[in-house]
């Protein structure tokens, strides 16, 4: 392992109500990315963060936003979780934008 | 970001070699070639990248054709442990590594 982890891994939620995963790395990396990844779709940006307070969009960001208020945490919330947000989320880090990202292990996420 | 094309499935008979083509016919000089692989439904795993030359780790060797349009993974004694979804991915900058939906390899015993 990279140095990182998520939490939950396994959440089931019900459509409305706010989520939030969070992603911490002891890496202490600039890059931090949260990726979903669907059947069909491989993985997909949903935001990323090149620095503390510094934080952009990915291609599928409707619907979710995020912090990053100290290096080692990268939180993604869901304001009002819907049953299309389903998905398995993956955060990912990278020390520079040329060297390797390394993945966390994933969060299911369930939207009932 | 440039994109990448690859077979979406492939068959390799255990302990020969796997080779995974990639085609990025778009790709500008300054953007690295990445490979990673997915295990199931654990998270991607990095396995090699480079710009121009070609290169080798301890897990496998990429192939960058002169012209840099297009490349090869190649998994020198590929193990049942090898099947996994293989993803190609071109990118400049730190925004993005775009992950199209990969090869699926599957070694076969």
């Known amino acids: 392992d990279a140095g990182i982890t998520q939490s939950p891994r396994h959440k089931v939620t019900e459509t409305g109500t706010p989520v939030t995963l969070r992603c911490h790395q002891t890496e202490n990396h600039r890059y931090m990315y949260w990726y979903r990844q669907d059947p069909g779709h491989g993985l997909r940006l949903i935001h990323y963060?090149?620095?503390?307070?510094?934080?952009d969009k990915g291609e599928v960001s409707d619907g979710y936003s995020v912090s990053r208020s100290k290096t080692e945490d990268f939180l993604l919330t869901l304001e009002s979780a819907t049953s299309s947000q389903t998905s398995v989320y993956f955060c990912a880090i990278r020390r520079t934008d040329n060297t390797e990202a390394f993945f966390g292990q994933g969060t299911r996420l369930t939207v009932v | 970001d440039a994109k990448t094309t690859q077979p979406p499935s492939m068959d390799c008979a255990e302990g020969r070699a796997a080779n995974l083509p990639c085609n990025h016919s778009t790709i500008s000089g300054n953007e690295y070639v990445y490979w990673y692989r997915q295990i199931h439904s654990q998270g991607p795993q990095y396995i090699i990248h480079?710009?121009?030359n070609n290169e080798t780790n301890e897990m496998a060797s990429l192939i960058i054709t002169e012209d840099r349009k297009s490349s090869t993974l190649i998994l020198p004694h590929a193990t049942l442990r090898d099947t996994a979804v293989y993803y190609c991915?071109?990118?400049?900058?730190?925004?993005?590594?775009?992950f199209g939906t990969g090869t699926r390899l599957t070694v076969i015993p």
């Open positions: 963060s090149y620095g503390v307070k510094d934080t």
């Open positions: 480079g710009l121009k």
């Open positions: 991915i071109v990118k400049t900058g730190a925004n993005n590594l775009f």
